[in-house]
């Protein structure tokens, strides 16, 4: 047996199941986002319109964004040049990490390269700080919590979705004088449905345990500020640990925690993720900050949204798409079959010039397999007709079944 024969197999395997990702090459425009380029293999290119970027709310092509990360790299250069330790932490860092902490009414923040580096470094080290520390993590949280989750080497045990009375039953099942801590998040993204962020609260409080919720899909999107689920439901004092992305809604790259001052400085001298690696660039900071303090002040950008998602929904549910609706920008069709995903993925990019990534097992459960559309304020009437259109000819075209799921 090769090498190479074992990587032919693995691959093979892929294929076979409709999995194998074929990552479509665009070039963004700035300033007209989401009109964008596809460049395919053979060097010919067509005009795109993406709707599945996580780039919410347009923040990567906002002037106070880009202006900021101009200055900066003119100010500082490129690179940070090191760790935060040595010699990678400047004012863009600590001024970005004070803006987030503000953002969160908490005491500190800490910035990691991304959200998932955030997860994995602080729930795998959260066990050396408090000896026996129990986990409860819900069975649809995002691979980065699972992975820390796993590696860390503690107990864990797993709820099923959003089901606070399994949690309780968990809970009641361990010594009452274990530390613990229950890991959530606010809006799961592949359904677009909401944690149970309260009753988790609650819950936490009755049994003394610490809560960590992933607000990655929330922050810059819902609460008066920009602070997620947790503030738009006044929650967010109950929440021991925040982690949210700079890279979703914020438009730019980075991930962050918050909490207590003397959690982050445990987090920050203890997480491998955090100290053995560069630290963000000085302009991706700067911009990250511009962004954060824009979208503390503005809330056309999330009121618009809002409204977005909601046509799009109205429009899709009307011509009876099977999409999932719990009332937040996510938008999924489901199609059910990994094949017929891609098929569907396929044509609408060839046949319209619409980009929209197929979402297969294991994103989701076998069976669930979907289209998954993010409309963002940038996505205007026209954008919306077209995709519209196309959604209804295609499901046409391909007899797929009109009846509804509702929430
Ligand atoms: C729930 C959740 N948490 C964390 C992440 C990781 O975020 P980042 O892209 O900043 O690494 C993602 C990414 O999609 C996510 O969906």
Not at 93 to 99: I, N, P, T, Y
Not at 150 to 159: E, H, Q, S, T, V
Not at 323 to 331: L, N, P, Q
Request: proline share 5%.
């Amino acid at each position: 047996m090769t090498y190479t024969a074992r990587l032919d197999q693995a691959l093979n395997r892929l294929h076979e199941e409709g999995r194998y990702r074929t990552f479509i090459d665009i070039e963004r425009k700035q300033g007209h986002f989401p009109h964008a380029t596809w460049r395919r293999a053979d060097g010919s290119e067509s005009p795109i319109t993406v709707w599945c970027g996580n780039d919410y709310l347009g923040m990567g092509q906002h002037p106070s964004v880009m202006t900021a990360m101009h200055e900066a790299i003119d100010a500082t250069g490129a690179g940070s040049g090191g760790t935060r330790n040595i010699s990678g932490t400047t004012l863009y860092h600590k001024r970005l990490e004070a803006e987030l902490a503000d953002l969160h009414g908490k005491e500190a923040a800490l910035l990691f390269t991304s959200a998932y580096i955030a997860n994995d470094a602080t729930l795998s080290t959260l066990p050396k700080l408090f000896p026996g520390l129990i986990i409860y993590s819900d069975t649809l949280n995002h691979a980065s919590m699972i992975e820390g989750v796993r590696r860390n080497g503690g107990a864990k045990r797993i709820f099923r979705h959003n089901d606070v009375a399994h949690l309780r039953e968990l809970i009641e099942a361990d010594d009452p004088a274990a530390p613990k801590l229950i890991a959530f998040e606010s809006i799961y993204s592949m359904d677009g449905d909401f944690g149970p962020i309260e009753a988790i609260c609650d819950l936490a409080d009755e049994f003394d345990a610490l809560t960590y919720i992933d607000e990655v899909h929330a922050v810059g999107m819902y609460g008066p500020r920009g602070a997620g689920v947790a503030e738009r439901d006044r929650l967010m004092h109950r929440l021991d640990i925040i982690n949210g992305t700079l890279a979703k809604a914020y438009g730019v790259m980075g991930g962050y925690i918050a909490a207590s001052a003397k959690m982050c400085d445990a987090i920050r001298s203890y997480a491998p993720g955090f100290i053995f690696t560069t630290s963000l660039p000085p302009a991706v900071a700067a911009g990250a900050a511009a962004s954060v303090a824009h979208l503390k002040r503005d809330t056309t950008l999330r009121d618009l949204h809002q409204e977005r998602a909601s046509i799009l929904k109205t429009r899709l549910k009307a011509m009876g798409l099977p999409i999932i609706d719990h009332g937040s920008h996510i938008v999924p069709v489901i199609v059910g079959d990994p094949v017929h995903t891609k098929r569907l993925s396929d044509m609408l990019l060839e046949g319209y010039g619409i980009y929209v990534q197929p979402i297969n097992f294991p994103t989701v459960p076998r069976g669930t397999e979907r289209l998954r559309f993010t409309p963002a304020p940038v996505h205007g009437p026209g954008e919306m007709d077209r995709l519209v259109r196309a959604m209804d000819e295609l499901w046409s075209h391909c007899a797929l079944n009109r009846a509804e799921l509702s929430a």
